[in-house]
């Protein structure tokens, strides 16, 4: 078979995965759902124009290397450290109840499984998944009413940050404890390994980076060595110590995001995975879903799978607000804001069941919270801020709402 061949394919994802894309934003839809869609369309499920081949599959991993490294740059460290303990706490329990949620409800539907065993860490990762936060939809509904900068603004934000890290840790040890042949304590050595490495690296890299982009500022050589750190880390982080490669390039991208040109970097790579490797990892989630084997029982779990995940962000979260001395009013406001869910919890979801955590057909359940996150969170927002308005002196500016 030609070599040609596959630039069909790639044609019909890059076009299908965009218009698709483009219709669910019209819809009020993250476009992420759009391209999803796109890949079920073209993909063995309908269509069939398009196989989800090794070379795509190796394109889609590009893909989410990319994206987790930008996520990384865009973290804001700084105003991170600044919210201090409160934020933190918050994203503790921001992950913790939806893990146990999460875990609560595979169990219920299939059986409690003995702590070890392969059912047990399939449990463990559906609360993986819930732990995910994306506030992209949130930024956008407190910047419309004017209370993006204020302080349930800011903690949100910041809690949301933590959250991912948090997350991607968790996402790291559930992993190396699935794996038959690894025993705890060399999971547990290696994450606590690579973590002190990444930091003790990680300054060295930062100190190079900020001397380099002092004397060369707006380079593509710092576009292309900040992307050579990504896929070294990421390399490394799943061949010496066992831990996923998304989470070697989330730390690459969080050693550079207090250089001058983090953003700089960040709008460079985001051209190559707005263009390419975006869409392909997106419509590659479609291309592997199978909902052929959809039945009644993955339809209900699905219908719980959202309703958990929902309200164990909003639990968690808004009850741990409360602790932190937040006035109840608000920290309802915190619990809603940190329940959207987006491209991480995709990404998760994807290593799962590279891994062998997750089957093809719960991607129609994350699908589903993606959806409905997406959909509840701007409108429960805007009903708890036309009923609490933030004070002026907490807002950080003049609210229009």
């Not at 050589?221 to 066992?242: D, K, Q, S, V």
């Not at 909003?314 to 809603?336: D, E, F, Q, R, Y």
């Not at 993606?370 to 308005?389: D, E, G, Q, V």
Request: with cysteine.
């Amino acid at each position: 078979m030609g070599a040609y061949l596959v630039f069909k394919d790639l044609a019909i994802i890059i076009v299908f995965a965009k218009v698709f894309g483009i219709l669910a934003r019209k819809c009020k839809a993250p476009m992420v759902v759009g391209e999803i869609i796109a890949g079920l369309i073209i993909g063995p499920c309908l269509l069939g124009w398009v196989q989800p081949t090794d070379f795509i599959l190796q394109m889609a991993e590009i893909g989410v290397i990319l994206l987790m490294f930008s996520a990384g740059l865009e973290t804001n460290l700084k105003e991170m450290i600044k919210t201090g303990p409160k934020a933190l706490l918050i994203a503790c329990a921001g992950v913790f109840v939806p893990l146990l949620g999460g875990t609560l409800l595979y169990m219920c539907f299939y059986g409690f499984s003995a702590v070890g065993t392969p059912e047990f860490f399939k449990a463990v990762f559906i609360g993986t998944i819930m732990t995910a936060t994306s506030v992209g939809i949130t930024v956008e509904a407190l910047r419309e009413m004017g209370y993006l900068k204020g302080k349930i603004g800011t903690t949100i934000l910041n809690a949301a940050i933590i959250d991912d890290i948090i997350g991607m840790i968790v996402l790291t040890v559930v992993i190396g404890f699935n794996d038959p042949e690894a025993q705890p304590w060399m999971v547990v050595r290696n994450t606590v390994l690579f973590f002190c490495l990444a930091l003790v690296g990680g300054y060295i890299a930062y100190k190079i980076f900020k001397k380099v982009d002092q004397r060369y500022p707006h380079t593509r050589r710092i576009t292309i060595a900040g992307l050579a750190l990504c896929l070294i880390m990421a390399y490394a982080a799943e061949r010496y110590f066992g831990i996923a490669d998304i989470t070697g390039a989330y730390v690459a991208g969080i050693i550079l995001c207090n250089i001058r040109d983090s953003e700089y970097i960040a709008r460079r790579l985001d051209i190559n995975s707005y263009v390419m490797f975006g869409p392909i990892f997106f419509a590659s989630i479609g291309l592997k879903t199978n909902i052929q084997n959809m039945d009644w029982s993955i339809l209900l779990f699905s219908l719980g799978f959202v309703v958990v995940a929902l309200l164990t962000k909003i639990i968690g979260c808004g009850l741990m607000s409360m602790a932190c001395k937040m006035p109840t009013k608000h920290a309802i406001k915190v619990g809603v804001g940190m329940m959207t869910r987006g491209e991480v919890a995709l990404i998760v979801a994807q290593k799962g069941m590279s891994v062998g955590l997750l089957d093809p057909v719960y991607f129609t359940s994350v699908i589903l919270l993606i959806i409905t996150s997406s959909i509840l969170t701007p409108i429960l927002l805007k009903l708890l801020y036309s009923k609490y308005p933030e004070d002026a002196a907490d807002s950080g500016e003049t609210a229009k709402a």
